[in-house]
């Protein structure tokens, strides 16, 4: 997998998602924060939707997608999601977390050169989204 190291605009990236999240946590319905950033710079910012039905929950990422398309960005760079602890567990902070599967063809599906932010042996890391969904199904 080709690792990129995070830069400067990264590390606002997730300040921004941890932002969302520090703000809109509550426990049983929102716990994971995204950030998007577009091509024009831009960062639109979105929490999970969590639902009493697991399989209809709407992930951070793609409603963080979401809401920069309904604003009119269409070229995107780098996405991330965080998860905020919950009271139960002892961590005080927030973390980055990996896209799911679904999420990832999501992201793929809007750009094949938008690079996300994980994590990667025990270090944050960006890759591009295609290192993260080989053989990628596609319209053609």
Sequence with gaps: MKIKQLDTKD??????????????????????????????????????????????????????????????????HTIVAVAHPHPHEDIEKCWVVAPCGMCRELISDYGENIDVIIPYKGKVVKVNIVELIPEKYTKA
């Design 11 to 76: 590390y606002e990236l997730i300040k921004e998602a941890e932002k969302v999240i520090e703000k809109n946590y509550e426990f049983g319905r929102h716990h994971i924060g995204a950030a998007i950033s577009t091509a024009t710079g831009t960062v639109h910012t979105a929490v999970h939707l969590e639902a009493n039905v697991g399989r209809i929950a709407v992930c951070g990422e793609a409603v963080a997608i979401g809401k920069a398309v309904s604003e009119g960005d269409r070229e995107f």
